[in-house]
């Protein structure tokens, strides 16, 4: 059971930047539907539709955050955050309609589009722990129960690894330890597993 919640945990960690992709992805297949359909109602009233050069940024937009999600997972967030950008400022467009919220202070006004407003709320929801834990850091204030997490996590790890070295000789460990490749956790789970040896040879 605890193994199931830690691979759930660890799957929806990996692919959670997935699901604001999938929403605009969506969208961008409701416009198709619109486009085969022919027609968009606006205010009660059908109107022909066609697609417009920021329809067609769009679909580009969503299959190169697709490509580089699944492909260059490095550059994903560049990539995403290029393309809020892109909609927020109604550059390209993922819905049928080209929906605006315009703001404006005197004569200056900007328009603002909210389907990529609200994703990117969505976006900042799903990483809000991240963020949090990201800002706390750079301002030093990493809280106490977030070094009791990270502790615990580390505890859990070692055991895990201590588990999995059990078998090893001490000469394995020993080369195991002079090996930088390894995470801190599978480091420490090796000298603890020689200490306790050491120990009952004595």
Known sequence: MCNLMTTTKQTHQKYKMLIPVLVLTGLCALTVVTLIRGTVEMNGVDYDFMLTEKHYGAFIAVIVNLITFFAFRQYFKYVFGATLLLGLFC???????????TFGIGSLKIGFQPTAFLVGLLTLALNFKTIKLALDNNNGEVSEQNLQDNQNRFNKDVEKFKQKYLSYSSDDLTQLIADKRYTASALEAARQILNDRQVNNQ
């Open 91 to 101: 550059i390209i467009n993922f819905t049928p309609l080209d929906s605006k919220w």
